[in-house]
């Protein structure tokens, strides 16, 4: 019993061996599905998909080849416009210092001339006075010299007139001419 | 078939494991609606990761765009050099195309490769020899293309005698052979090896029993885990793999003689 069935069971195996298909021999229905399923990929992909992905690759460098050249463009532009306002800075520093330099000067020279000018004018004024004064003098000179001219005339007619006896008529002439002077003055006061 | 007559026998994984019956005619079979449903996944994952192609990325277009990218300069551009930006359409759909229907061979519910069926690898790898040949011949002339694969210069003369047939074999044949018998069969490996655990698990859990068999079949279970994992590394392997042998291929074949 035991030795037909292990007959069996390897004439089995071997039957099973034999109808084994071989892994060799292509099924031309697969080959046919396959071929079409691959070019239907391929085109679609070349189509629709692969396009797609190196614009985002491109799309990607460009992005960041822009942004960089515009982070360069920026930064150029900031120091030149620092550059600019350090430029008008010193600028108008240097504007301020010579204007305080000027008004300084100018002040200097103001208070030089009115100096000069105060000075001239004390010196005129001065000047005039005593001008003035001598003018005045002059006048007062003249004016006495011909009153004392009348005057002596006048005394010395008088003196004359009264005869000169005493010492006592002499001095009560000349006090009455005196007076008369005095009266004569307070008048024309 | 053989259950039928050994019920008590394990039956080894085998190639007709790879034989789906058709589920609406004979057309329309498990592998082929992979195909299908795999193609049309990798469109719309692609598609929508690329539809906005905004300038600062969500996390869906910066998963597409960094696999996207892999292929475009880790492959096409760093084997090809500039000239790679020409192939990458090509070159990323088969990446994607391959991937997909590698790692349809892990996925819950749908656990078969669809590319250890020959046939797919097949027409890729004849479509990858047909462009390299084509760009090679047009860019030097279909007798000086041949002579300069088969006669590289700076050789002693009769040295051709063995070289020119060896390097004709190489590059005309045995290229598209391997780039199609390297996938396939590294899927079908695999996808064998896991069938193996998990099923020769699942027989000495459920058939064989005892302590024996729940000690082995939890091994073989925990195996077969382990073993996904590791199946689905190999599988985008194998894809980038392909891929960059079909990019060496274009850029040898743009190159000045070798």
Request: glycine letters at 8%; a neutral charge; proline letters at 5%.
């Amino acid at each position: 019993m035991a030795a037909p069935l292990a007959l069996r069971a390897l004439q089995a195996v071997a039957e099973g061996v034999e109808k084994q298909p071989s892994p060799l021999a292509p099924k031309p229905a697969e080959i046919i599905v396959g071929v079409v399923a691959f070019a239907l990929l391929f085109f679609f992909m070349r189509a629709k998909v692969w396009p797609n992905f190196e614009k985002a690759f491109r799309d990607r460098a460009e992005a960041i080849e822009g942004g960089i050249s515009k982070a360069e463009k920026a930064q150029a532009e900031a120091a030149a416009l620092k550059a600019d306002f350090e430029r008008q800075l010193a600028q108008s520093r240097s504007d301020a210092a010579q204007q305080r330099e000027a008004a300084r000067a100018e002040g200097q020279q103001i208070v030089e001339e009115m100096r000069a000018k105060a000075q001239a004018e004390a010196e005129r004024i001065v000047t005039a006075a005593h001008e003035q004064i001598a003018s005045d003098r002059a006048a007062a000179a003249a004016s006495l010299r011909s009153e004392i001219g009348t005057l002596a005339v006048q005394l010395a007619s008088r003196i004359v007139g009264e005869s000169l006896e005493d010492q006592a008529r002499q001095s009560r002439v000349v006090d009455r001419f005196l007076e008369e002077i005095d009266a004569t003055a307070g008048q024309a006061r | 078939m053989i259950y039928a007559l050994v019920p008590t026998q394990f039956t080894p994984p085998g190639p007709i494991d790879f034989e789906y019956p058709g589920i609406a005619g004979t057309f329309v079979t498990k592998p082929m609606l992979i195909i299908v449903l795999g193609s049309v996944a990798v469109a719309w994952f692609l598609w929508a990761a690329s539809r906005r192609a905004a300038i600062v990325p969500g996390k869906l277009q910066y998963t597409g765009e960094a696999l996207y990218g892999f292929v475009r300069n880790q492959i096409a551009i760093d084997s090809i050099g500039r000239e790679g930006i020409k192939y990458v359409p090509y070159l990323a759909t088969l990446f994607f195309f391959v991937a997909a229907l590698n790692i349809s061979g892990i996925i819950p519910l749908v656990q078969f490769p669809a590319t250890s069926r020959i046939a797919i690898p097949l027409f890729l790898a004849i479509i990858t020899w047909a462009i390299f040949n084509y760009i090679g011949m047009r860019r030097v002339g279909v007798g000086h293309y041949f002579k300069a694969m088969m006669f590289p210069p700076g050789i002693p003369k009769p040295v051709y005698v063995l070289l020119a047939p060896i390097e004709l074999l190489s590059t005309f044949f045995f290229r598209p052979i391997t780039l199609c018998l390297r996938l396939t069969f590294n899927m079908f490996a695999g996808h064998l090896v896991l069938l193996l655990s998990i099923l020769g698990g699942e027989y000495l859990l459920t058939k064989t029993g005892g302590v024996v068999g729940y000690a082995a079949g939890s091994v073989s279970i925990l195996g077969g885990i382990v073993l996904t994992a590791f199946e689905g590394f190999v599988q985008l392997l194998q894809a980038y793999v392909f891929t960059l042998l079909s990019a060496l291929y274009i850029g040898g074949a743009l190159a000045d003689e070798h």
